[in-house]
């Protein structure tokens, strides 16, 4: 009876630390010192640039960036540049994540719209500040990637669903902010038409010039907030005619 009670002891002080240590099983795979190098990713990528909101250098600082790449990729996962995650897609540069966060200025209230999953971690950002995300990738096998890693660090607030992000998803429209993470060639009008009026959309628009913009739908149509010059994939997907 005592090795019976010291061994559901030992198993409980197992779990125990498992669930403090951080989200999920995945964090606690290796014995790399990420924590220090997201650290330096956020000190010298992010503040000392432009990137000012304590919340999202918050996020940037929890989220496990390396997981969310191939593990071939993830000495690489916190430098200063975008990485392939495979199918012709990346995930984008840190900076780009945590400058387009910013520009969206989620709530902790949000309902959040991503098109474009990708790796999942831009998703894990949103997902950490706001109360639900709903991602669309158009890629299966990157969209099942995503939804696994997402799962295994414990993010409970995220939905994925593999779809045409130009169709967006009306069944949990309207929404406070949409993030798009390709770049289409204009505006897709559902998109326009499932965000909240006074929402925000952040978006990379264009083909062979791109620019990053940020959109606030209102009452007569949509207000441009500001623009920045960027290079995306191409959103893919587009519906005839």
């Known amino acids: 009876m005592r090795v019976a009670v010291a061994r559901s002891l030992c198993a409980l002080l197992v779990v125990a630390a498992l669930a403090g240590a951080g989200r999920g099983a995945l964090a606690q795979r290796d014995s790399h010192d990420w924590q220090a190098e997201r650290r330096r990713m956020v000190e010298t990528?992010?503040?000392?640039?432009?990137?000012?909101?304590?919340?999202?250098?918050?996020?940037?600082?929890?989220?496990?960036?390396?997981?969310f790449v191939p593990e071939g990729?993830?000495?690489?996962?916190?430098?200063d540049s975008p990485l392939p995650i495979?199918?012709?897609?990346?995930?984008?540069?840190?900076?780009i994540v945590a400058f387009m966060t910013q520009a969206l200025d989620v709530h902790p209230d949000h309902r959040v719209l991503e098109i474009g999953?990708?790796?999942?971690?831009?998703a894990a950002v949103l997902g950490?500040?706001?109360k639900e995300?709903?991602?669309?990738?158009?890629?299966?096998?990157l969209a099942e990637r995503a939804r696994q890693t997402l799962s295994g660090l414990g993010y409970r607030n995220i939905d994925?669903?593999?779809g045409n992000g130009y169709l967006g998803w009306a069944e949990h429209a309207p929404y406070d902010r949409i993030m798009v993470t390709a770049a289409p060639d204009e505006v897709p009008t559902a998109l326009v038409e499932q965000l909240k009026i006074g929402g925000?959309?952040?978006i990379p628009v264009g083909t062979l010039s791109q620019e990053l913009r940020a959109l606030r739908r209102t009452t007569t149509g949509v207000q441009v907030l500001g623009t920045l010059p960027v290079r995306f994939v191409p959103m893919t997907g587009k519906p005839a005619g």
């Open 45 to 67: 990528q992010l503040k000392a640039r432009d990137i000012r909101s304590e919340r999202v250098l918050g996020a940037m600082l929890t989220v496990p960036r390396h997981l």
């Open 160 to 162: 994925v669903r593999t």
């Open 200 to 202: 925000v959309m952040v």
């Open 86 to 95: 495979g199918y012709e897609q990346t995930i984008s540069q840190p900076y």
């Open 133 to 141: 995300v709903y991602t669309i990738e158009i890629v299966p096998p």
């Open 128 to 130: 950490t500040l706001s």
């Open 73 to 79: 990729q993830r000495a690489e996962a916190y430098r």
């Open 117 to 122: 999953t990708g790796s999942g971690y831009q």
